[in-house]
């Protein structure tokens, strides 16, 4: 598991004004908490936080809270819904071979049968793994598996040193039997093209026979 140092920086102003300040100064609205120690609220460096997240599980040594720096693990990020920009994160404290109970991405490879389609149920998979080895993801193949084939939480091979936290029958992926044209057309609500073409417009009057029914009336 990479490990990334950030150098952090005590936040002494709160509210919705301060947090907006300190996000136009390029850095970011952070807590770090746990073993027993108070709450510290500081500010991280944006884009440096930024390339960090992109590492699932991604350990933070944050510097600048005590002699040393402290190793963490992010708990809660919080993203603007539209500009997906980091708002605030939440940072547990952690100790090199403690266990930690962590969610790890479900890596699919390989390809099912001709005519299946595969369902994945879960994304992420709750294990317990020691807080300096924690696998980057999961993976599980799904090479040459058939309609009605499918893999639970029981059935993955987990990391040595890595447990599931998972309850095992919990459904991971299946493999479905893809749908047929009909079947689409019905889920959308169209008329099939054959039963348009075979479909008898309505008569419309001639407009002179219009015309004779209403002088005559």
């Not at 708990?75 to 708002?87: A, F, M, N, T």
């Not at 936290?165 to 493999?175: D, G």
């Not at 169209?190 to 009336?217: F, I, L, R, Y």
Request: net charge negative.
């Amino acid at each position: 598991m990479p490990e990334v140092r950030i150098v952090a920086e005590p936040r002494t102003e709160f509210g919705k004004g301060a947090a907006r300040r300190v996000r136009r100064a390029g850095r970011v609205p952070a807590i770090v908490y746990g073993h027993g120690t108070d709450t510290r609220h500081v500010t991280l460096p944006g884009h440096e936080l930024l390339m960090a997240l992109k590492t699932p599980n991604v350990l933070i040594e944050v510097a600048g809270l005590s002699s040393r720096p402290q190793l963490t693990l992010p708990k809660d990020v919080q993203r603007d819904p539209l500009k997906g920009v980091i708002e605030h994160v939440d940072l547990i404290m952690v100790r090199r071979g403690e266990k930690v109970t962590v969610e790890v991405p479900v890596q699919v490879t390989g390809e099912v049968e001709s005519g299946g389609l595969l369902d994945q149920q879960m994304v992420r998979l709750a294990v317990e793994a020691e807080a300096t080895a924690i696998p980057q993801a999961i993976e599980v193949s799904v090479e040459g598996m058939d309609i009605g084939d499918a893999v639970h939480a029981g059935d993955l091979t987990l990391p040595q040193g890595v447990t599931l936290v998972a309850e095992p029958e919990a459904l991971v992926l299946h493999v479905l039997a893809a749908p047929t044209a009909e079947q689409i057309e019905a889920e959308l609500g169209e008329t099939p093209a054959e039963e348009e073409a075979g479909a008898v417009p309505e008569a419309v009057p001639d407009a002179s026979e219009a015309a004779a029914e209403e002088s005559s009336g």
